[in-house]
């Protein structure tokens, strides 16, 4: 078990500040940044889009990991990788044609995510594996950040980490991740960790990233 990618999630950064919090992120140790992007439709909640890509990109060379909660990820996933994302993940629930927004968003030379809410089985990933960079097991509902972390997670991930065999696919893993599931998730096959709330609400930042990092092991 190596330590882990740490994303801390803008959801829950102080947007006034985004390029300070970006800042503050990467010189407390994170190694991604997560946007998460949703439209009030897919899911209950409203975010932001391709501009904050954008303005995040302007302000970090850091690696921008979007994640779409959206009904049309062809359209904005293509305005997010001309914004400057790093990665585009979007919802296999959210589209009949993922094969479709898989080989576009490669073709647009960004690389791509899909996302399984927690009622979608990892087997749907099987006939596009050679399409995905990253597999996102959603931790919580996805809508909004400061969720409980559903308890069937690390199986799933489990599950999926049997299902790649080997190939150079990472595992992400995005809400209530805290230091407390983390080591699960991590012997699970996690690679990445999304953390939003627990991260930007801590009081030192660097403290919060050291924590979930050294759930993997040596500091
Ligand atoms: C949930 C989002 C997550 C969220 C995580 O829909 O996709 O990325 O920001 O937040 P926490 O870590 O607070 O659960
Ligand atoms: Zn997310």
């Known amino acids: 078990m190596s330590a882990p990618l740490v994303a801390p999630s803008v959801l829950s950064a102080d947007l006034v500040r985004l390029g300070e919090e970006l800042r503050a992120m990467e010189d407390a140790g994170a190694d991604w940044h ?3 992007v949703m439209d009030g439709a897919f899911v209950p909640n409203l975010t932001f889009g391709p501009l904050l890509v954008a303005a995040a990109r302007r302000a970090s060379t850091g ?3 979007v994640h779409l909660m959206i009904n049309d990820p062809l359209t904005y996933g293509l305005e997010c990788a001309k914004a400057g994302a790093d990665l585009v993940s979007f ?3 959210a589209t009949p044609h993922v094969h479709r927004v898989l080989t576009a968003l490669k073709a647009a030379g960004v690389r791509t995510g899909l996302a399984l809410t927690p009622s979608t089985p990892v087997e749907v990933l099987e006939p596009v594996l050679n399409y995905l960079d990253l597999a996102v097991i959603m931790g919580v509902n996805p809508g909004f950040g400061g969720q409980e972390f559903i308890p069937e997670t ?8 049997s299902l790649l065999a080997g190939r150079a696919i990472l595992i ?10 983390a ?16 991260l930007y609400g801590a009081p030192d930042y660097r403290a919060a990233v050291a924590a979930l ?7």
Do not use: I, W, Y
Not at 213 to 219: F, M
């Open 34 to 36: 997560h946007l998460d």
């Open 63 to 65: 690696f921008l990991d």
């Open 91 to 93: 919802h296999f629930e």
């Open 154 to 161: 690390p199986a799933k991930v489990r599950r999926l980490k």
């Open 172 to 181: 992400e893993v995005d809400g209530g991740v805290a230091e407390d599931n």
């Open 183 to 198: 080591r699960e998730l991590l012997a699970a096959g996690t690679d990445v960790l999304v953390s939003g709330s627990r």
């Open 213 to 219: 990092k050294k759930t993997g092991g040596q500091p």
